[in-house]
């Protein structure tokens, strides 16, 4: 085990794990039930790649997540209540009902926002927000995380080369769970070997198994030392898997790009099973400390979908608030008399 | 006052803004040389940290602006060429301009986009010369298109102390034009017309370098055949303001809109259509449009004087309007 994860930081990482897992499956439970509109693209199986990252970094680092990124809420301890909420599109959600499962932004408070329906759209924002802290003399580094489908992206490539240009603290982590919806990374991407992609922009990219927390911690750990010291970007393609189809509606489209046996195979390596196998046949701790973690997210997720269905709706007039900075009469207009 | 040319008093918004304001940084492409005039010395007095020069990368460039206002500066970045704006639409529009709405209101994005020589310069042709302000409207960004040097330096400042993303149109047609201009800094406020000629008989709704156009259609038709032409230079497109537009119209009665951007879905239509649906019992004649034919522009002279807005055009409105037989 590395040396800085004892015995609290162990639990905390399958608290972090398992909150993620179920704050997911919950979710795709209320939609199915009505109380969420639109699609869901959960990260479920992936959960180990953005708790490993981010807790390797610091607090106030900056995460720009993709859409699969749930898990860092619940290292950053924001309350899933209001993550709920804004998915129930109610009034106390994190941004008033107005951004939705897709828009999530807690930049102000938690230093990361997710703004994914473009793929790997928030890229250069964080290759930008590197800028901005190499510029203003901060030591707070840049993490930006996106899918393997995200990399054939052309704004991705000038993000890669402007940072290696400037030297900007900056982790671009790759998510690669194989499939960019149904598209195999192997059909979609031009070289074998994903970190050739850094290598080709002039800085260094790691491959690490992206089902093992712990590597994911180390390789993470050892790149922020060298990308807050100023030695410039890194490339992690963390390898993962998605258990679930790509979004929600997925399970009744009959799609086959990819075989049960091989989601099977993948499913065996659940980072909520193995974490815990591991610190049990490890000694680190007591099955019975692991259930009352489980115990305890269960009570967390049971209040924060009480907290979601008791929130109000906006008023419908919200809709045309929060557009501009500096507020002028009659504008955004109305669109009708 | 002393009269300085147009370009040169955005060059001195943005020079006295950086010595105020420390987070006010430059991005842009062959800035620190100043290609275009408007960052003209800014790399000798603030150096590489504050005039940054970018890879020809313009989505990456606008991502790097939006990503390191939200961290804590406040970028001006120059396209080069007007079309520029096209290829980094993405993060112009569903990023830059929406990130705060989707916020929830939560974030602010303070960066300001100069677009120095904007529309036809004659001989460019089709992708140089564009006025592409009626997208960026359409995506609910702040668009401000200032028509003379004064006018430049006070709603650049403006633009770059506002807490949203703001596009600055800068016509070419009008960067040599000199102007009186203030020594002082001083702002001019976003969402504020200025009738830059009074008259009585009719309304020109001129933007960018056709408030010059219409001036001069102006004075010409008030000395030579007594028709008193009231000018209208909205300056900012996005906040309009439609309240001085209303209080012209209200004595004038008629209205010609002359605008330099493609006639369908355009900035002028989009004020006649104001017109038709708030102010309809204002006017005593249907409204004239003066715009871009529907086509890239084209690179031959008389093609390309064909196309676009001008003097005669405008003339010719007036006098139809007016119910004059020489139209």
């Known amino acids: ?226 990308v807050r010291n100023g030695s410039g970007p890194i490339n992690i393609i963390a390898n993962t898997y998605r258990f679930c189809g790509h979004f929600t509606a997925e399970k009744i489209l009959n799609l086959h790009y990819r075989s049960q046996e091989e989601v099977e195979e993948w499913e065996k390596r659940d980072p909520i099973l193995t974490w815990p196998q591991k610190l049990i046949e490890e000694g680190i701790c007591k099955r019975e400390e692991i259930e009352s973690v489980k115990e305890m997210v269960e009570k967390e997720i049971i209040e924060a979908v009480e907290f979601a269905k008791s929130s109000e709706l906006p008023t419908p007039e919200d809709a045309l608030r929060g557009m501009y900075a500096t507020e002028y009469p009659g504008i955004p207009r109305k669109g009708w008399f | 006052m002393r009269e300085i040319r147009y370009l040169q008093a955005v060059a001195e918004a943005l020079n006295n803004e950086m010595k105020i304001n420390e987070d006010v940084i430059v991005m842009g492409e062959d800035v620190r040389e100043s290609l275009r005039g408007v960052t003209k010395g800014l790399y000798n007095i603030f150096g590489k940290d504050r005039v940054i020069d970018f890879p020809i990368s313009e989505q990456g460039m606008i991502g790097c602006g939006i990503g390191s206002a939200i961290s804590g500066l406040r970028p001006v970045i120059e396209f080069q060429i007007n079309e520029f704006t096209f290829f980094a639409f993405e993060q112009l529009i569903l990023q830059s301009q929406r990130l705060r709405f989707y916020s929830g209101g939560k974030i602010k994005i303070p960066v300001t986009y100069i677009v120095p020589g904007s529309g036809a310069r004659g001989g460019i042709s089709g992708q140089h010369s564009d006025n592409p302000y009626s997208f960026l409207i359409h995506g609910g960004m702040k668009v401000v298109i200032p028509s003379c040097a004064c006018d430049a330096k006070g709603l650049l400042v403006s633009a770059i102390r506002d807490n949203d993303p703001v596009a600055v149109f800068l016509p070419t047609r009008v960067l040599a034009e000199k102007g009186e201009v203030p020594e002082e800094q001083y702002t001019i406020p976003l969402g504020k017309a200025e009738i830059k000629k009074t008259g009585s008989d009719i309304t020109v709704v001129a933007t960018g370098h056709c408030v010059n156009i219409a001036i001069d259609i102006a004075r010409k038709l008030e000395a030579e055949e007594g028709i008193s032409v009231e000018v209208f230079d909205p300056r900012t497109l996005l906040p309009f303001d439609k309240e001085t537009l209303e209080k012209s119209i209200s004595k004038t009665g008629k209205v010609v809109i002359i605008d330099d951007s493609p006639i369908s879905c355009g900035f002028s239509n989009e004020v006649a259509a104001l017109i038709g649906e708030e102010y309809f019992s204002k006017i005593k004649a249907p409204v004239k449009i003066i715009a871009r034919a529907d086509v890239p522009v084209p690179f031959s002279e008389p093609l390309e004087e064909y196309v676009l807005p001008n003097s005669e055009k405008l003339e010719k409105a007036i006098y139809m309007l007016m119910g004059r037989t020489n139209a």
Not at chain 1, 14 to 40: A, C, H, M, N, W
Not at chain 1, 146 to 174: C, Q, R
């Open chain 1, 1 to 226: 085990m590395h040396k800085d994860l004892n015995k609290k930081k162990c639990l905390e990482i399958f608290k972090q794990l398992y909150l993620t897992r179920r704050y997911s499956e919950t979710v795709v439970d209320l939609g199915d039930k009505g109380y969420i509109r639109g699609p869901l693209h959960p990260g479920l199986g992936m959960e180990a790649v953005c708790v490993g990252v981010l807790n390797a970094i610091d607090n106030n680092d900056f995460i720009g997540l993709s859409h699969r990124g749930q898990a860092a809420y619940a290292v950053r301890n924001v309350k899933i209540g209001i993550l709920l909420a804004e998915q129930f599109g109610k009034k106390d959600g994190c941004n008033h009902g107005k951004g939705g499962t897709m828009h999530f932004n807690l930049f102000n408070e938690k230093r990361l926002f997710e703004v994914d329906s473009e793929v790997a759209g928030k890229v250069p924002i964080f290759t930008g927000v590197a800028l901005g802290c190499k510029l203003r003399g901060l030591k707070q580094i840049s993490v930006v995380f996106y899918g393997d489908g995200g990399m054939s992206e052309g704004w991705v490539h000038e993000s890669m080369n402007l940072a290696k240009t400037f030297n900007l603290p900056i982790i671009f982590v790759v998510e690669n769970n194989r499939y960019a919806v149904t598209t195999k990374v192997e059909y979609a991407c031009s070289v074998k070997n994903l970190t050739d992609r850094a290598k080709a922009y002039g800085f260094e990219g790691i491959e690490v198994d992206g089902m093992d927390v712990e590597k994911i911690y180390t390789v993470t750990k050892e790149s922020v030392l060298k």
